[in-house]
Structures are given as structure tokens and as C-alpha cells.
């Protein structure tokens, strides 16, 4: 099944909203990393937060994580154009070496 | 320091031919993976590979799909007799050493079978 659920699968902000976006993860992990990827492009790594984390911030981002819950959440503040595109969450499935992706949210900005 | 290397970025073929896909690590990178990621889909893990060694294929396709990273030169993802629903994206990722935490990707090749 499915490790990592992200939600919403789409959503469409004005230029300088907040965005938040989250992830829900069903097995123990180590850590829990967020990438972007532009539309038909690669992924680029955006923030990785350990499972003994619980906040993390890079710049305008902004990475909770609540092991309890297995979930975590991403907030992208003051949103430019240039952010509209999907991201993931990718787990570890506790230390092994493949990531697990979930679906994707598509943000869309809007200028 | 370049990125991860992929080529071709599109390839196209007929049902029934072969597809190779090439990944190139970052400099100093000797652990590879392979990744799919069909459309409006998150990426599927294939294949992590080492130099000249396959540490897990659990996400690989038991048949037609097959990974090398030799000793020289890049690592590649071979699909043989390609049917349409192999039609994805395949990513390629890298990273310095065993249980690091961040993979580095590439562009990724998009395969299309017509």
C-alpha cells in the first residue's frame, strides 16, 4: 500500500498566501525528506527532517512532523509564481534504502 | 560539480524493442537507484544498485526489465520487448555512500511506446 499520502492532491493560492500541504505515512521511519518537481522536469530535494524532529526551516519553508501521528506537513509562506509546481513526500521506511513516494500535491500560484 | 546525468531525456519506441536508459552519478557517488513514475503519479522505487553489485531489486519487474552499474562508465536500466504500459518517466538518483539521507536526481528519461 501506499506509504506516503499527500493532501491535497491539488491546490490553487493567490501570489503571497500561505501554502500547506501534508503527508501522511503508514510504517515507522527514520526521517522524512520533501521534494519539488516542476512540471515534466526532475525532483529537487527541498527539506529533510529526522524522526526525532519535529520543526524544521529553510527559508520560506517550513516542515513539521508528528511521529505519533505519522504525519507531516509542509508551509510555503508569501507563495510566488515560481512555486507552482507538485510536492512530494518520500519516507525511508524506517532506514531502508528505497524512498517511498506518495502521490503529490499540485500547487498552483497564481499571479 | 555536475547533477545526475540522464540520457536519452525522450525515447521512443515500438512495441517489442528494446529500451536503454543511461544514469550518470554525481561525481563521487557510487550507489544508484532507479525510479517510475507513471503520470499523475508519486515515483516507484526499482532498483538500488552499487558499483558492479545489485543490493535491491524488490521494485523491479520480475520479466524484460534488468539494471547494471559496472565498474566504468554509467549505470543502465534495459526494458526488453517494451509494451505501452511501460510508457513512464524513469528517474535515476544517486548518493555518496550507504544510508545516507538525501538522493540526488536527475531529469529523468521519458520513455513513450507506441
Known amino acids: 500500500s501506499q506509504q506516503g499520502e499527500e493532501d491535497p492532491q491539488a491546490l490553487s493560492i493567490q501570489e503571497g498566501e500561505n501554502a500547506t500541504m501534508n503527508c501522511s505515512y503508514k510504517t515507522s521511519i527514520n526521517n522524512l525528506q520533501w521534494y519539488r518537481q516542476n512540471s515534466g522536469r526532475g525532483l529537487v530535494h527541498l527539506i529533510l527532517i529526522r524522526s526525532n524532529e519535529r520543526e524544521k526551516h529553510s527559508g520560506r519553508l517550513r516542515v513539521t512532523l508528528d511521529t505519533s501521528k505519522k504525519s507531516s506537513s509542509l508551509l510555503i509562506t508569501a507563495s510566488r509564481a515560481a512555486d507552482t509546481a507538485s510536492y512530494f513526500c518520500a519516507t525511508d521506511q524506517g532506514g531502508s534504502e528505497k524512498l517511498v513516494f506518495g502521490k503529490g500535491t499540485k500547487l498552483t500560484v497564481n499571479p | 560539480n555536475a547533477g545526475v546525468m540522464q540520457n536519452p531525456r525522450h525515447l521512443v519506441r515500438r512495441r517489442g524493442q528494446e529500451a536503454r536508459l543511461r544514469c550518470s552519478p554525481m561525481k563521487g557517488h557510487s550507489h544508484v537507484y532507479w525510479y517510475r513514475q507513471l503520470p499523475e503519479e508519486g515515483l516507484k522505487f526499482m532498483v538500488y544498485?552499487?558499483?558492479?553489485?545489485?543490493?535491491?531489486e524488490s521494485g523491479m519487474p520480475k520479466e524484460r526489465f534488468s539494471a547494471e552499474f559496472p565498474k566504468e562508465g554509467p549505470s543502465i536500466l534495459r526494458i526488453q520487448q517494451v509494451v505501452r504500459g511501460d510508457s513512464a518517466a524513469y528517474f535515476c538518483?544517486?548518493?555518496?555512500?550507504?544510508?545516507?539521507?538525501?538522493?540526488?536526481f536527475g531529469p529523468g528519461t521519458r520513455l513513450t511506446v507506441l
Open positions: 544498485l552499487q558499483k558492479e553489485n545489485i543490493i535491491d
Open positions: 538518483a544517486s548518493s555518496p555512500q550507504r544510508h545516507t539521507d538525501t538522493q540526488y
